[in-house]
């Protein structure tokens, strides 16, 4: 596949400027009664956290919290449905991905992101965008031996019969988290045990109200 460039001509970057809205992030939080996140889901494929993201936002659905979630296959098919994987396009994805969360956490939402997002460069270049407890990555630690064995969507078989290239955890590396605010055994507890652990990690730091 041709590696495409993702670049802002300087041309167009000397046309454009920056304008001051007068509603900002605080106020649409607060007509929201809450404090606006991105909860970004790492791990290999199969590790999880898709499940684990979906039963978090009914959870927070419940509780009346205005949420969005983001995940990586269904943006596979809208917004990033012209990149493929390569490092280049992996990045490119997970760029795109911070700033529409970026957007969403700006809007006063709480974000809910599953990507694997396998490189500590795109990960911390994604925190970078955020304030401070803001973004909370939550590492979704489940082996290689747990995901394959899962398999849900037949992708590792494929990847081992070298019918999918550039596949994380096969032939693309995946880099393990090290400053994870989360991280959870994904072989065990149930995604209904797990949210139950990130909803206290958000009630313990003021994210969320204890009802």
Request: glycine share 6%; with cysteine; proline share 2%.
């Amino acid at each position: 596949m041709e590696t495409k460039k993702f670049t802002t001509n300087d041309k167009i970057k000397n046309k454009v400027f920056h304008h001051e809205m007068k509603i900002n992030k605080e106020h649409r939080s607060k007509i929201k009664k809450q404090t606006p996140c991105i909860i970004w889901f790492t791990g290999l494929s199969g590790a999880g956290k898709s499940t684990l993201a979906d039963t978090l936002e009914q959870k927070l659905n419940k509780l009346g919290k205005h949420t969005f979630s983001l995940d990586g296959d269904n943006l596979r098919h809208t917004l990033n449905e012209d990149l493929g994987f390569s490092d280049r396009d992996r990045n490119e994805n997970i760029r795109r991905i911070g700033h529409v969360g970026k957007l969403m956490v700006d809007a006063g939402l709480i974000v809910i992101s599953s990507f694997i997002s396998p490189f500590k460069e795109q990960r911390n270049n994604t925190r970078k965008l955020f304030n401070e407890k803001e973004f909370i990555q939550v590492f979704l630690n489940t082996s290689i031996d747990i995901c394959e064995k899962r398999d849900p969507k037949g992708l590792y078989k494929k990847a081992r019969a070298g019918l999918l290239k550039d596949f994380t955890g096969i032939d693309s590396a995946y880099e393990i988290p090290e400053n994870s605010e989360i991280v959870l055994d994904g072989s065990h507890g149930s995604p209904d045990e797990n949210s139950e652990i990130i909803i206290k990690y958000l009630i313990e730091n003021d994210i969320i109200k204890h009802e």
